[in-house]
């Protein structure tokens, strides 16, 4: 699987710089999962973790929803893995759960999100709340919140990736 990367580009306006940093991270982390087959992609990383790269794609499905989807667009999108009983269900994979399924409900999460942002400026404030956070939240907020979010766990990917077949690298 060939996947493209695009870096941000240097001299873009404030929405565009954002958007662009948002979108390499979702691509890295593509990228960290291309090329794998099912019994790598959900290896855990080392006992007792769960994290699997598997996992960390239906953790940012799940991530894009809640922000874009609930709290951006106050839209009605229970969790996609998760749930009260089992808070960490993105992680907790069972037999059933495939690559397949995980990877086309990450792709239609950032449709959506993508979708939704474009109805808002950067100044903003959600129509939803978050649950943790009890003052209006911007749509700059969120896109800044993402790309942490997206460079944390993409850190994560990276060990996973190293320990799993050697590949290092950006």
């Not at 794998?36 to 794609?57: C, H, I, N």
Request: aromatic share 8%; glycine share 4%; net charge negative.
């Amino acid at each position: 699987m060939t996947i493209k990367r695009t870096d941000p580009a240097t001299n873009a306006d404030e929405r565009s710089t954002l958007e662009g940093f948002l979108d390499y991270h979702r691509q890295t982390l593509e990228l960290k999962c291309a090329d794998l087959d099912d019994a790598q992609l959900r290896t855990a990383s080392v006992p007792p973790s769960e994290l699997s790269l598997m996992g960390l794609v239906r953790h940012m499905a799940d991530v894009e929803r809640n922000w874009f989807r609930r709290v951006l667009a106050n839209e009605d999108a229970g969790p996609l893995h998760y749930s009260d009983e089992d808070p960490d269900g993105e992680f907790h994979l069972t037999d059933t759960d495939t690559w397949e399924d995980a990877y086309a409900a990450w792709q239609a999460e950032m449709a959506a999100a993508r979708s939704n942002a474009a109805r808002f400026a950067l100044d903003d404030v959600s129509e939803g709340r978050s649950r943790l956070i009890e003052e209006p939240i911007t749509l700059r907020w969120i896109y800044n919140h993402m790309i942490e979010e997206y460079a944390r766990h993409n850190g994560h990917a990276d060990l996973l990736r190293e320990r799993l077949d050697g590949a290092t690298g950006e």
